[in-house]
Nanobody
């Protein structure tokens, strides 16, 4: 069982940066690949990025490549999402999630946080 709590969201101007954190509880955090997803108003939840259990492999949705960076610190049971060069279209609720396998598929993620709002003004 893994409990996840996101933080770090907020309001930022276009071109700005935010760093999201996802704190996990549970002894098995380090064994789970982790992902970040987002859901904009009126849209379905979509994949943003994922990282393998040891941080050695990561993958990104095309629109965030070169702007977002996922990382994790297993000693702190935390995964991060550094977001730079933010755009208004990045506005969404951002969720972190844990999956038993490294994947971009939303349905494979078993544990979810409550989400944190990111709003990018133009």
């Amino acid at each position: 069982q893994v409990q996840l709590v996101e933080s770090g969201g907020g309001l930022v101007q276009a071109g700005g940066s935010l760093r999201l954190s996802c704190a996990a509880s549970g002894r098995t955090f380090s064994s789970y690949p982790m992902g970040w997803f987002r859901q904009a108003p009126g849209k379905e939840r979509e994949f943003v990025t994922a990282i393998s259990w040891n941080g050695g492999v990561s993958t990104y949705e095309d629109s965030v490549k070169g702007r977002f960076t996922i990382s994790r610190d297993n000693a702190k049971n935390t995964v991060y999402l550094q977001m730079n060069s933010l755009k208004p279209e990045d506005t969404a609720i951002y969720y972190c999630a844990a999956s038993p396998r490294f994947t971009t598929a939303l349905s494979a993620y078993a544990y979810w946080g409550q989400g944190t709002q990111v709003t990018v003004s133009s």
